[in-house]
């Protein structure tokens, strides 16, 4: 199996289970439990935090040519767009509109790319 079907594998299952946790077991859930309350908070920073680099870093060999910078540093740069992405939108947050800031989805979207830098590592081995 090519390995990149991998990488759009991880981005779809982390797709999908954001959108899930957004748009139904978030709204539904009555709060009985802080943990899952908590969990529920940041999993919409953590998902993308695995799913975003691992979209990259498959596209960008598709718009960039080998000899760029972009395509030889693919990893580094996969995990840093996607970091400063989801950090940039959670200081949206801080102006009017919908929205809270939370620290926890900065320190969660950071995980999730450690994460994915975990699983890319375990993929070049096999």
Not at 96 to 113: K, Q
Request: with cysteine.
């Amino acid at each position: 199996m090519k390995k990149n079907y991998i990488y759009y594998l991880i981005f779809g299952i982390c797709f999908l289970s954001f959108q899930v946790v957004q748009e139904y077991i978030r709204p539904h859930y009555d709060g009985r439990n802080t943990w899952i309350v908590y969990a529920l908070g940041v999993l919409p920073n953590f998902l993308p935090g695995i799913g975003l680099p691992s979209f990259f870093y498959v596209v960008i060999p598709e718009l960039f040519p080998p000899s760029s910078k972009l395509h030889k540093h693919r990893l580094s740069f996969s995990i840093l767009i996607s970091v400063l992405g989801l950090v940039a939108n959670e200081f949206t947050h801080l102006g009017p509109g919908p929205g809270v800031f939370d620290w926890n989805d900065i320190l969660w979207s950071a995980i999730g790319a450690i994460l994915f830098y975990g699983l890319h590592r375990i993929l070049q081995k096999v």
